[in-house]
């Protein structure tokens, strides 16, 4: 896909904890930092969306670069993923994908159910040729030079084999490149311990494999080698990945938490905290999720991004950003050329 096409980005309007209004206002807080010719289209109930774009724009002013697409069924959160991608094919997900397919958007953002995101992806739109399993890619905040940790699979593909860990190191190598600017990514392995033969026998096998891929790889690293920047990418599987993400969610929720006590404990503390206002708000910005946006789906033939269930419509915004940045990145493409070429026999 040019990059220098207009981009439509597609957004699950039904998806989220929250409810549409708080997809509609990310959507529109979207398009006033997307380039004019850049559009957003709002999948789901038109009666509901339509309400909701008249409350939150009545003067009208993001036009005809709101597109709204009709969906007369969505997934609720708590339904199983694979079943209803199957049986809803009027949903908001189905027809999002099938979009996408057909041209009509070139990029789709959920904060919905997870599972049935990647079922939808997987059944709508397929792998990319070579790639055996798709990954989902997050970032958190790490010392590395650029700031980030690319954490993947975090959920989209649970039980693993070898070869696919070796593919999620190099589709993660090009996403880091790509979407962090960092020339020469650093990919570790998660395991238990830095020697190759270390971890169970997924773990021994994926190391042996990933350590012939044309990538930097550095070997095994462990959890607590994630927020200390030992490695730009880390690969593992999607229980173990996912797990990771949320305990990370947790300890970042609880330390803000404990800061605002500790503030809040005397006139002196207080008066300290207004003195670092400033890097408090920095670091506030650096550990929410809400300034990622969401996860792409890696390996997938068309562009998908998975937001958090809780999206704020920060967190929206900056899902929509991110997969107008994936189109143009032409992360798709770099990932077919490494991994649909037969020479990469190490993962095949």
Not at 230 to 239: N, P, R, S
Not at 256 to 278: C, D, F, Q, T, V
Not at 293 to 302: E, R, S
Not at 314 to 324: D, H, M, Q
Request: aromatic residues 4%.
């Amino acid at each position: 896909m040019s990059a220098a096409r207009p981009i439509t980005v597609g957004v699950d309007g039904m998806g989220g904890d929250d409810g549409p209004g708080v997809i509609v206002e990310g959507a529109l807080l979207a398009l006033r930092e997307f380039s004019p010719e850049t559009r957003v289209a709002l999948i789901g109930d038109q009666r509901v969306l339509e309400a909701e774009v008249r409350r939150l724009d009545p003067s009208g002013a993001a036009g005809g670069r709101l597109l709204i697409e009709h969906a007369a069924e969505s997934v609720g959160m708590g339904e199983e993923a694979v079943v209803a991608a199957r049986r809803k094919k009027e949903s908001s997900l189905a027809i999002g994908t099938r979009l996408m397919k057909e041209g009509g958007i070139d990029a789709l953002f959920s904060a919905g159910n997870t599972g049935a995101m990647v079922a939808a992806s997987l059944l709508g739109l397929g792998r990319i040729p070579g790639v055996q399993r798709p990954a989902l890619a997050t970032r958190v905040p790490a010392d590395t030079p650029s700031g980030f940790c690319v954490i993947l699979d975090v959920g989209a593909t649970s039980d693993c084999k070898p070869a696919h860990l070796a593919q999620f190191a190099i589709m993660g190598d090009i996403y880091a490149r790509s979407a962090l600017g960092v020339a020469q990514p650093r990919v570790g392995l998660l395991n238990i311990g830095e020697e190759p033969s270390k971890g169970n026998e997924l773990a021994r096998e994926a190391h042996a494999l990933i350590s012939r891929a044309p990538i930097n790889f550095v070997g095994n690293v462990e959890g607590r080698d994630i927020f200390r920047g030992q490695a730009d990418v880390v690969v593992t599987d999607g229980f173990t990945g996912n797990v990771v993400l949320k305990f990370l969610e947790s300890v970042l929720g609880w330390t803000g938490r404990l800061l605002k006590e500790e503030i809040k404990s005397s006139l002196m503390a207080r008066l300290g905290a207004l003195l670092i206002l400033p890097s408090l708000s920095g670091l506030r910005r650096r550990l929410d999720y809400a300034e990622y946006g969401g996860a792409p789906l890696l390996g997938i033939k068309g562009t998908c991004i998975v937001g958090h269930g809780r999206s704020s419509p920060l967190a929206v915004k900056n899902g929509l950003k991110a997969g107008a940045a994936f189109v143009s990145q032409n992360i798709n493409e770099q990932i077919q050329e490494v991994l649909g070429k037969e020479r990469v026999e190490h993962v095949g």
